[in-house]
Structures are given as C-alpha cells and as structure tokens.
C-alpha cells in the first residue's frame, strides 16, 4: 500500500498523531521484516494504528495487535473501542489488527510472540511509561525498534527516555523525531550505536528547551 493512500485513511481517524509521526510510523512498520508482531500500546480510535497496519501491509503484512482498555467514551457520546473498530474495518486493515481490549499490564500475561516493533502511546505518566517498557522490552528480538509518542512534551516520558533509552547500553541509535523517541533494541551498544544514541540525545534535549521556552513565553503572554 502507497504511504498516500495511507494518508487519506488514516486523516479520516481522530487522534493524537500528526501527519510527520504517522508517515515515520508507517515506514517503521513498513521495515519491520517478519521476525515478529507489531504491538501498539495505546489506540484510541485507531489513528496510529492504521498508520502502522498500512505500513505492515506495503511491506511483510507483520499482524499487528492494538492494546488498549477502551474503558472511555468520547465527547460524541460514543465508545472508543467500538469506534475504534469501525475505523479499523473503514480502513481495511481488520484482518491484519487484533484488538486486545486490556491494559498492557493484564495482556502482557497472555502475550507470547516475539514483537519486532513495539509502538508505546498509552499511559503517559512515568511509572506507566516505565512499566510498559519492563514488562515488553523482553518481547522484542534484538535488532527490533521500540518507539513512544509524546516522549517531549510529556515529563514522565521524557524523564524516562533520558534515563532508560538515551542513556541506555540496551539500546542503540537512539533519536527523538517529531515528538517520538525511538531506538533499536541491541545486547549492548556497540560505539557507534552509542555515539548515534548521543547525538539523539543532544538533539532531544534541544528540542525539549525550545518547548519550554515556547510554553514560558505562553505564560507570560496569557498572564492577565
Ligand atoms: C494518547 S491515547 C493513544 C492515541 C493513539 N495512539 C492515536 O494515534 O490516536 C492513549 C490511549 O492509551 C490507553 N491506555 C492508557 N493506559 C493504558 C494501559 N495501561 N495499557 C494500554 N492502554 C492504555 C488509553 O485508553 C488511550 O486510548
């Protein structure tokens, strides 16, 4: 499948993604060389998800399993999850995602696949963050990437991929695009592995300094 069409399909899901994130999304999974599942963590109404299955699709059709409780309904009046099910369904991709209807600390239980891209969007605080990482990091074959959204703007995330990617052996070419860190899975870094996660890191925490000063300018802007 074009990265184009998978553009038109995914711009007619409302979520939390921007077009940048969801075309890195969809060449990652388009990478991805069948030594294992994709597994998001976080969908909503499946806009990363239809990214990630039409990527899976242009490239070896790895499945793709979507973890997310859906315990909410939206401002429509309507569940997420079952409007997460017809966006999946519009979009063509419903043979290829499993939807796994449980926190990622319960599915990872019952979860016994090796993943080759693990995709990490659902609780945001540090504690969540770090503990989808511990609990799925073993899953993932060495070589295979680990991505998070909202690894800026988010302090817990942030907090966590300077201490548990960026600075991390476990770890190589480590880089922060748009708001996603993402970092290949490794025994331990090699020095060019290594280099690559610091250059990511200088480049991360540049960006983190520009969104504080834009955010310390907001509040002096709105300060009445
Ligand atoms: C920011 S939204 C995900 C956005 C989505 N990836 C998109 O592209 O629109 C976060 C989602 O994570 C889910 N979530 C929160 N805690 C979770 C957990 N422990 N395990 C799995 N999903 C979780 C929420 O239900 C919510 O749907």
């Given at each position: 499948?074009?990265?184009?069409?998978?553009?038109?399909?995914?711009?007619r899901v409302e979520g939390f993604?921007?077009?940048?994130?969801?075309?890195?999304?969809?060449?990652?999974?388009?990478?991805?060389?069948?030594?294992?599942?994709?597994?998001?963590?976080?969908?909503h109404r499946g806009k990363?998800?239809?990214?990630?299955?039409?990527?899976?699709?242009?490239?070896?059709?790895?499945?793709?399993?979507?973890?997310?409780?859906?315990?909410?309904?939206g401002?429509d009046?309507?569940?997420?999850?079952?409007v997460?099910?017809?966006n999946?369904?519009?979009?063509?991709?419903?043979?290829?995602?499993?939807?796994?209807?449980?926190?990622?600390?319960?599915?990872?239980?019952?979860?016994?696949?090796?993943?080759?891209?693990?995709?990490?969007?659902?609780?945001?605080?540090?504690?969540?963050?770090?503990?989808?990482?511990?609990?799925?990091?073993?899953?993932?074959?060495?070589?295979?990437?680990?991505?998070?959204?909202?690894?800026?703007?988010?302090?817990?995330?942030?907090?966590?991929?300077?201490?548990?990617?960026?600075?991390?052996?476990?770890?190589?070419?480590?880089?922060?695009?748009?708001?996603?860190?993402?970092?290949?899975?490794?025994?331990?870094?090699?020095?060019?592995?290594?280099?690559?996660?610091?250059?990511?890191?200088?480049?991360?925490?540049?960006?983190?300094?520009?969104?504080?000063?834009?955010?310390?300018?907001?509040?002096?802007?709105?300060?009445?």
């Amino acid at each position: 499948m074009q990265m184009k069409l998978a553009e038109q399909k995914a711009a007619r899901v409302e979520g939390f993604l921007n077009l940048r994130e969801g075309r890195l999304l969809f060449a990652l999974a388009r990478a991805a060389r069948g030594r294992g599942a994709i597994v998001e963590i976080g969908s909503h109404r499946g806009k990363s998800t239809v990214w990630i299955a039409c990527g899976s699709l242009s490239g070896r059709a790895a499945p793709v399993y979507a973890v997310d409780p859906w315990e909410r309904t939206g401002p429509d009046g309507r569940r997420h999850q079952e409007v997460f099910l017809e966006n999946i369904r519009a979009a063509g991709v419903e043979k290829l995602v499993t939807p796994i209807a449980m926190r990622s600390e319960q599915a990872i239980a019952s979860f016994d696949q090796p993943i080759e891209f693990l995709f990490i969007d659902g609780d945001h605080s540090y504690e969540g963050v770090r503990l989808d990482l511990e609990l799925w990091y073993p899953k993932v074959v060495m070589g295979g990437i680990v991505a998070f959204h909202d690894s800026v703007q988010f302090p817990g995330v942030a907090q966590l991929m300077r201490e548990a990617v960026f600075g991390s052996a476990r770890f190589a070419n480590a880089r922060c695009s748009h708001s996603i860190t993402l970092a290949r899975k490794v025994e331990h870094a090699n020095p060019i592995g290594a280099l690559r996660s610091r250059l990511g890191a200088w480049s991360f925490e540049r960006k983190h300094a520009r969104l504080r000063r834009r955010q310390a300018l907001g509040h002096r802007l709105h300060k009445p």
